[in-house]
């Protein structure tokens, strides 16, 4: 079993340490950290990122780290902006945010939880101000890809809440223990304008649906929905979900909902 600092590694909460401080320098370089700015971080772990966080005039910085011997190294960092929760992030009260907001999120996240995590900031954007993650490579692409293989329900879903760039890709040989794959930094941003859908909920389920196969027609996908899609064109219904725009399926919805 592989150990760092001393403490075994647990596969299970998919534990790779950011080493290469270059990439923590590009985490920092893209969000303002000023006297006003309270950070979150996901997963302290060594406390790599933390310390960088702290060297710079901060607010305070709330850590949430769920293996408890690295909790108790993250709280032998002397500094009193720094609060370390050790608790997964998955359970957290957002109400806790709500008193200092925004927030900014800076995070080196466990591949595993990264989509749960997404939709967790989604339904709490509000408290957000801007943030830069570290993700698998293959998600980062599929997330802010627009059309064509990889596009998918996640991608319109989080680019319809969010403003999203790509920084760095991420070799292995940065983290330990290395990954098999490689990572990208990720910066982005809620919309705070974001326009509202009639019936979101069930236009989303749609979405979803249109998205069930990917490589099967419209038609075939809502086939096993009970949506009235009859009233839709033939040549519409014959398009995958892949061709089409955030704009198209709120006009489908339109049409689907009369």
Known sequence: ??????????????????????????????????????????????????????????????????????????????????????QDFLTVDFESFKPQVPWTLLANLPYQITFPVLYRLQAHRELLREGVIMIQEEVAQKIVKTHGRGYGFNSLFLQYFFEWTLLDKVPPHAFYPAPKVFSRLLYFKPKH??????????????????????????????????????????????????????????????????
């Open 1 to 86: 079993m592989a150990q760092y600092n001393s403490i075994h590694l647990k596969k299970k909460y998919g534990q790779h340490f950011l080493k290469d401080e270059r990439f923590i320098a590009t985490m920092l370089e893209h969000v303002c950290l000023d006297a006003q700015t309270n950070v979150f971080e996901i997963g302290g772990g060594a406390g790599v990122l933390t310390r960088a966080i702290l060297r710079h005039p901060v607010h305070c910085v709330w850590t949430f780290e769920i293996d408890s011997q690295w909790a108790d190294q993250l709280r032998a960092i002397a500094d009193i902006r720094l609060v370390v929760y050790n």
């Open 193 to 258: 304008d974001v326009a509202t859908i009639a019936d979101e909920a069930e236009f989303w389920k749609f979405v979803k649906a249109c998205f069930q196969q990917p490589r099967r027609t419209l038609r075939n996908n809502l086939m096993q929905t009970t949506l009235d899609y009859h009233c839709l064109d033939d040549h519409v219904l014959g398009l995958r979900a892949q061709q089409l725009t955030m704009a198209d399926f709120m006009h489908l919805w339109q049409l689907l909902r009369k």
